[in-house]
């Protein structure tokens, strides 16, 4: 069993910087591979960013070069460094974690465990 709790969301303006994070419970972090996604309203919940256990790192096209995934095992705790937002990055941001290959990260059905999510809302 895994739990994971988000933070780090906010109100920023477009432009702006936000780093969020996710803490991990449970001895078996490192073995996962963690996936971040956004759903705004009224839409399906989306692929951000997904890194593997070893620290291989895919993303969505919308964020390539504004994002970045990273994952500290030590403290059981994945981030998402958000730079130049949008406000089409307006969104609920879950973490999530699976047994998989980088390659299906994007595929959110595959996602054993999911946070509650954190709001971020880039204003302009």
């Known amino acids: 069993q895994v739990q994971l709790v988000e933070s780090g969301g906010g109100l920023v303006q477009v432009g702006g910087s936000l780093r969020l994070s996710c803490a991990a419970s449970?001895?078996?972090?490192?073995?996962?591979?963690m996936g971040w996604f956004h759903q705004a309203p009224g839409k399906e919940r989306e692929f951000v960013a997904g890194i593997s256990w070893s620290g291989s790192t895919y993303y969505a096209d919308s964020v390539k070069g504004r994002f970045t995934i990273s994952r500290d095992n030590a403290n059981n705790t994945v981030y998402l460094q958000m730079n130049s937002l949008k406000p089409e990055d307006t969104a609920v941001y879950y973490c999530a974690a699976a047994f998989l290959l980088i390659g299906d990260a994007v595929m959110s059905k595959r996602y054993k465990y999911w946070g509650q999510g954190t709001q971020v809302t880039v204003s302009s």
């Open positions: 449970g001895r078996t972090f490192s073995s996962y591979t």
